[in-house]
Structure formats: structure tokens, C-alpha cells
């Protein structure tokens, strides 16, 4: 079992930049797959990106390919989204999730663990 801790979200105006943090407990996170999702006020949650559990591969949705990186440092437990050029509609709370395998999702549903999320708002 894992426990997902996001931070690093805040209020930023449109062009800047935010890192977010997911911070993992246990001893076995470099076994899980993680996912970035956010959801908007009045919408579902959405796949922003994900990454395997070695950090080989990496997957963006269209929507922030060029402006985000997601990267982990499986030494500390951590995965981390960059966030660059944020735009207003970026403004959601996100999330980070983990399920325990080699591949990762775009579908939530697939994800076992969930964080609390961290509220991410930009200002025009």
C-alpha cells in the first residue's frame, strides 16, 4: 500500500511556472506506475500525464505536451509535474495516482491510490 502527498500548487499568473510534488510513503514506490489528473470546478477529472515506475517513459495529454514534464526520483519517493506557461484553464485542483504495475493509464479508474490533491489557479 502506498499514501500519495501532493504540494508545490498556489496562485500564479498566466505564462508562469509551478512544480508540483507527489511524495509517497513506503518502501516499494519505484513498483508503481503514477499518474497526474486534475478536475476543474463543474467537470470531471482529467489525465494530464504519467510515468512508468522505472521513470522511462512518459505520457502527456495533448492539452500541456510542451509546457509540462513529469519526472521521479524513486530514491526519495517523489514524482514531480513542471509546469510551464500556465494558463488560466489550467486552473484545477491536481492529483497524483499510483497503481502498483510496468504500465501506466490515462484512465483513472485504473489508479488504486489517490492523493489529496493540491489546488493549482492562474490568474489572467
Known amino acids: 500500500q502506498v499514501q500519495l502527498v501532493e504540494s508545490g500548487g498556489g496562485l500564479v499568473q498566466a505564462g508562469g511556472s509551478l512544480r508540483l510534488s507527489c511524495a509517497a510513503s513506503?518502501?516499494?514506490?519505484?513498483?508503481?506506475?503514477v499518474g497526474w489528473f486534475r478536475q476543474a470546478p463543474g467537470k470531471e477529472r482529467e489525465f494530464v500525464a504519467a510515468?512508468?515506475?522505472?521513470?522511462?517513459?512518459?505520457f502527456y495529454v495533448d492539452f500541456v505536451k510542451g509546457r509540462c514534464t513529469i519526472s521521479r526520483d524513486n530514491a526519495k519517493n517523489t514524482v514531480y509535474l513542471q509546469m510551464n506557461s500556465l494558463k488560466p484553464e489550467d486552473t484545477a485542483v491536481y492529483y497524483c495516482?499510483?497503481?502498483?504495475?510496468?504500465?501506466?493509464?490515462?484512465?483513472?479508474?485504473?489508479?488504486?491510490?489517490w492523493g489529496q490533491g493540491t489546488q493549482v489557479t492562474v490568474s489572467s
Open positions: 510515468i512508468t515506475r522505472s521513470g522511462g517513459n512518459t
Open positions: 495516482a499510483a497503481k502498483e504495475s510496468l504500465v501506466y493509464s490515462s484512465s483513472p479508474i485504473l489508479y488504486n491510490y
Open positions: 513506503g518502501r516499494t514506490f519505484s513498483r508503481y506506475a
